[in-house]
């Protein structure tokens, strides 16, 4: 299984960015996926997860009404749109699944994760 995020970058506060990732040796139409992100000297912490057929979704406090979660099972790609964007969101981000019904820091696969730097 390996899972490829992608679509990091400089972005300036306000700005917009959309994270990718690329899911092989797994459908991910079978598992719940997340995205998680963890910033220099801060522990990893969950943005959002979406469940096994993409019905439900969460979010982190933080993030709520900026990020959006989505997939596009055909392609098996997880996404991650993020607008309005701080200075605070600045972390790696790492896209993740697992084969229950909820998102965790104990997620089965992890993918390496991709850099958002927001500038203010």
């Known amino acids: 299984v390996q899972l490829q995020a992608s679509g990091g970058g400089l972005v300036q506060a306000g700005g917009s960015l959309r994270l990718s990732c690329a899911a092989s040796?797994?459908?991910?139409?079978?598992?719940?996926t997340g995205w998680f992100r963890q910033a220099p000297a801060k522990e990893r912490e969950g943005v959002s997860c979406?469940?096994?057929?993409?019905?439900?979704?969460d979010y982190a406090d933080s993030v709520k009404n900026r990020f959006t979660v989505f997939k596009d099972n055909n392609k098996n790609r997880l996404y991650l749109q993020m607008n309005s964007l701080k200075p605070e969101d600045t972390a790696v981000y790492y896209c993740?699944?697992?084969?229950?019904?909820?998102?965790?820091?104990?997620?089965?696969?992890w993918g390496k994760g991709t850099q958002v730097t927001v500038s203010s």
């Open positions: 040796g797994i459908t991910l139409d079978t598992v719940t």
């Open positions: 993740a699944a697992v084969s229950r019904e909820r998102c965790g820091l104990d997620m089965d696969y």
């Open positions: 979406i469940s096994i057929k993409g019905a439900d979704t």
